[in-house]
């Protein structure tokens, strides 16, 4: 079967589904957390102190008895052995976006044949995957292959359940036989652990006695596109680069702003209901589900969690999400813009700081200018996003997300800060010494007396913007839809960390000199808003009024690319950051470097592969076919003697011929290698093969709209995006 015939038998299958029909709905108090070894299930299963002392290193972030291990262990084996698991495994998060993990059997072989079920506290505390085969950055040689997970009580284990069987899943850390963490998670825990110390110095110079254990909360609108299987099989870039890398827009894309949560359609809402119940289970709480701006494009929200469990449970709902699509002849694309011409998809991380004695510490009131400790932790977050604005944005750098930012459905490059107008204007007010008040929330009177009053908030929102507070939260609105969220919250966590011990420390001294509490905490806050307040901005970001003023009045850098981010993490600034709160070694943050710089290096090489290719084995042979039936057909008719056009067939070959001059140039680009350094090669990835790349996709899809439909091969953006 030829590529077309199998494109329009597709189509022709995906027209004539039926849907899976929708499982009876399930009572949400009668699934949730079933499959989760939570606090309820430890206290039904473990022995009284053994509880207690498990519970206490959860909730208070102390140390873990490693005496306990040994009753967890068994109670963990036993409950999940009821559920059917015959495996567990170590989940751990390298420094891919993925997550990986080791399967083993509870099968223990006697002296005498016969098998028991055994789980030991060794066990669970310690596994030993290859620490040589992920990415390491050089800390691990390939012959130097040891590397260690250890268990993170602090995020519970789960059932897994597929069709296959149930794996008990445990978090866990990954770190190298040297002792340098290779994952994701040890970073984020550490970043936890010194915002915690920073900020509870702070609360404690703010007058509080009682001040329970500080973390971060996390809670990341996931958005994804879903393409019928039959479609994305048939696209070698789909399957291999996640994106489209060719693909004429159709004559309708999102102008019409009709898909924005419009009706779901009938197939995804039984999708969604899967992955949602999924989820319940796995204790995840998935709140929001809608349509989002493009076509096929679609989201899912959870409410907030603390950091580390919230960053775990991302990289689950990512798995189930693309696990289930399976099952539903669906395809879920998590590449930050797999069409291009219409909006990409971030992941919009919702971020604050809290405890149980103080609340949400981003919480302003209904005063935020009388409210000291809300003003102090968002002076430090201005600080920290003026001083490490670059590093902020090396956090969401991938080759897969420069598509996106600057784009209209993303921020731009440029790390800046929305406050809103009572916020702007309540620091404004800081900057110059002295607050006289702010502006209030209001009534909006629609003029209809049916409908109830609705309360306006003081500020409006900036979708343009790239850090937004939102209430009572900030949104990093930049990060990516294929990425761990991990990465930006151990970067947010220790600017707040590092500002907070500078706040801290000026507090002290303020107060050593005999100030009121009051009038030093005015005084360090204006020193805040006479240093950072350049990375205030309330405008459109989108602007390049914006652009200009951001670069050359205001000092802010823009980094447009990966290859202009990444270097950010090897400056000395960054670099005394990480070791000062002891969040990364200097081995730690150059490995993530040389991870981050090779990753994006494959990516553009292997898209770059995969152009050559789809040109010469796909696209191109088609074109010749065509011409030569087009050939043929004009010379028929001039027999016929009737005349025709030949400028349209003399158009595609010229199409053609420049087509294949660009793909023979990237391939020729393709074979250097002789480098400086590896900023030198993300360079020329950036500025030599990516533009070579995106010139034949001009061609490519110019001879889409030349050569008729039933020629084409691919599947086309009109079917992949309207096609459900």
């Not at 006289?436 to 007396?449: F, N, P, W, Y």
């Amino acid at each position: 079967m030829s590529g077309n015939e199998a494109r329009i038998q597709a189509v022709q299958q995906i027209v004539n589904r039926t849907a899976l029909p929708p499982k009876p709905p399930a009572r949400l108090e009668s699934i949730w957390a079933e499959n989760v070894f939570n606090l309820s299930k430890m206290q039904a299963s473990l022995p009284k102190n053994v509880f207690k002392s498990v519970k206490k290193t959860i909730v208070t972030g102390e140390k873990l008895d490693p005496l306990v291990a040994d009753a967890v262990a068994t109670a963990m084996r036993d409950w999940a052995t009821s559920k059917g698991a015959l495996y567990y495994a170590h989940v751990f998060y390298p420094m891919t976006n993925l997550s990986a993990e080791k399967h083993d059997g509870f099968i223990s072989v006697q002296g005498d044949g016969s098998v028991i079920s055994e789980f030991s506290g060794k066990v669970l505390v310690q596994g030993e995957p290859d620490g040589s085969s992920f990415p390491n950055g050089g800390i691990r040689d390939t012959f130097e292959a040891r590397g260690y997970t250890g268990w993170d009580v602090t995020s519970p284990a789960y059932i897994m359940e597929t069709d296959n069987g149930a794996t008990l899943c445990i978090p866990t850390v990954f770190v190298s036989w040297t002792g340098e963490a290779l994952d994701k998670k040890v970073p984020l825990l550490r970043s936890i652990a010194a915002m915690d110390k920073a900020a509870s110095k702070v609360l404690k110079l703010l007058g509080h006695t009682d001040v329970a254990h500080v973390n971060s909360s996390c809670g990341a609108e996931q958005e994804y596109f879903l393409v019928d299987s039959h479609f994305a099989s048939q696209r070698p870039d789909l399957l291999i680069a996640g994106r489209t890398l060719f693909g004429k827009a159709p004559a309708k894309g999102q102008e019409f702003d009709d898909h924005y949560f419009g009706a779901i359609p009938e197939r995804v809402q039984v999708f969604m209901q899967d992955v949602e119940e999924t989820l319940y289970k796995l204790g995840i709480p998935a709140k929001t589900r809608h349509n989002e701006v493009a076509p096929g494009q679609f989201e899912i929200a959870p409410f907030f969690e603390a950091a580390n469990v919230a960053s775990d449970h991302q990289q689950l709902i990512m798995t189930v999400l693309k696990n289930t699509a399976k099952k539903h002849g669906f395809s879920c694309l998590l590449h930050e813009k797999p069409f291009a011409g219409i909006n990409g998809s971030g992941k919009h991380v919702n971020w604050s700081v809290g405890n149980s004695t103080q609340g949400n510490l981003l919480d302003p009131g209904d005063s935020p200018q009388d409210n000291a400790q809300f003003l102090v932790f968002c002076g430090a977050v201005i600080r920290g996003v003026h001083k490490y604005g670059p590093l902020m944005r090396a956090a969401i750098a991938t080759a897969s997300n420069d598509h996106r930012l600057g784009a209209n459905e993303a921020p731009p490059a440029i790390m800046s800060v929305y406050l809103g107008t009572q916020l702007e204007e309540v620091f404004e007010q800081i900057k110059t010494g002295s607050v006289t008040g702010s502006k209030q929330k209001g009534v909006m009177d629609l003029g209809v007396d049916v409908l109830p009053p609705l309360t306006k908030d003081a500020g409006d929102r900036n979708r343009t913007s790239p850090f937004a507070f939102t209430g009572n939260r900030f949104e990093f609105r930049a990060v990516g839809s294929s990425q761990s969220v991990s990465g930006p919250l151990i970067v947010l966590n220790t600017m707040l960390a590092d500002s907070l011990d500078w706040i801290g420390n000026r507090l002290e001294v303020c107060l050593s000199d005999g100030m009121e509490l009051s009038v030093a905490i005015l005084t360090v806050l204006k020193e805040v808003m006479e240093e950072h307040s350049a990375v205030v901005f309330g405008g459109n970001g989108y602007s390049e009024e914006w652009h200009t003023m951001a670069v050359e009045e205001r000092g802010l850098a823009n980094l447009r690319t990966t290859a202009d981010a990444l270097p950010s993490l090897k400056a000395d600034y960054v670099e005394d950051l990480f070791t000062k709160t002891g969040v990364l070694t200097s081995v730690e943050l150059e490995s993530r470097f040389e991870v981050y710089a090779e990753q994006y290096i494959l990516s553009i090489e292997v898209e770059a592969k995969l152009v050559v290719n789809m040109v010469k084995t796909i696209i191109y042979p088609t074109v010749v076919e065509y011409l030569s039936k087009l050939s043929s057909t004009i010379s028929s008719l001039s027999g016929l003697g009737i005349d025709f056009d030949k400028a349209s067939a003399q158009g595609i070959a010229d199409l053609s011929k420049s087509m294949m001059a660009t793909v023979d140039e990237l391939s020729a680009a393709l074979q250097k290698h002789d480098f400086a350094s590896t900023e030198d090669k993300m360079q020329y990835c950036s500025q030599t093969l990516r533009p070579l790349m995106d010139q034949t996709r001009v061609y490519a899809d110019s001879l889409e709209g030349e050569i008729a439909d039933s020629f084409w091969p691919l599947p086309t953006y009109q079917e992949m995006l309207f096609i459900k």
